[in-house]
């Protein structure tokens, strides 16, 4: 990873977060994007001794021209951008019956379309450097389950995007691959509107819902993000990795 650069959002926790240290740790220069200025503060000291530099950048990556100045300013102070990792995601439940439009349109707009604009931004420059994107999807990607109608599609969707970009991009030298994570332990459920009690319950049903008996760590997903990423998978593209301790090979329970 060293001399290369690398944007990743939703940086400022989860599974984000996890990457960015990722890759710094391995030499890379990192842009962390996120919303949460403590947060991204709080992630720029841990990389303070890493081998790689680490520079955060506070944007909504649902406001264009924030994604805009983003790429322009990253490409204008680096010159190059080598890896795109879109790790912004939010969750809220509700059903096909109760599900509102607003909550509808605003998964959607983090979890699909900010991400098909930011990668469309970055195509030229990663065109440049033969780059790649891995993006950030679920277990629910690939299965149906109920009470989170919105992120299930959302997932789905960006399985969708990641396999028709890989397509279009390949002549161009750029890979395009997705993660696939079940239950890891990040703050995405709470934020999401789960209480501390319902969580820890939550968490405590890994044990059934997941062959390995457990939830994963950010850490875990992060390094299959690192491996896509590196030039070890310079023959992989359009794959979904499921990496959800057997969870998508179970029946409904």
């Known amino acids: 990873m060293e001399g290369k650069v690398a944007i990743v959002t939703g940086a400022s926790s989860g599974i984000g977060r996890s990457t960015a240290l990722a890759l710094a740790a391995r030499g890379a220069r990192v842009v962390a994007v996120g919303r949460n200025e403590a947060d991204l503060g709080s992630l720029r000291d841990a990389a303070r001794d890493l ?15 924030q994604v805009d100045r983003l790429v322009s300013e990253t490409a204008e102070s680096v010159c190059q951008i080598d890896i795109l990792v879109n790790a912004a995601g939010i969750l809220r439940s509700g059903s096909t019956e109760n599900t509102t439009l607003d909550d509808w349109d605003k998964m959607m707009d983090v979890n699909l379309r900010s991400v098909f604009y930011l990668m469309q931004k970055c195509i030229p420059y990663l065109e440049a450097t033969r780059g790649n994107i891995v993006n950030v999807s679920s277990v629910t990607g690939t299965r149906a389950f109920p009470g989170v109608v919105a992120y ?3 997932k789905a969707g960006l ?27 990040t703050n995405l459920h ?8 319902d969580y820890e319950t939550f968490l405590e049903n ?25 030039d070890a998978a310079g023959w992989i593209t359009g794959a979904t990795y499921a990496i959800d301790g057997g969870r998508a090979q179970t029946c409904a329970r």
Do not use: W, Y
């Open 159 to 185: 399985d969708q995007l990641t396999r028709c970009a890989a397509l279009e991009l390949a002549p161009k030298g750029i890979r395009v691959n997705a993660v696939n994570p079940g239950v890891v332990e």
């Open 190 to 197: 709470k934020r999401g509107g789960m209480s501390d009690d």
């Open 152 to 154: 299930c599609v959302s």
């Open 51 to 65: 081998p790689g530099n680490l520079q955060i950048h506070l944007a909504d990556v649902t406001e264009l021209s």
């Open 206 to 230: 890994t044990k059934n819902t997941h062959p390995l008996g457990r939830p994963g760590k950010p850490d875990e997903i992060a390094e299959l993000i690192v491996f896509l990423a590196s």
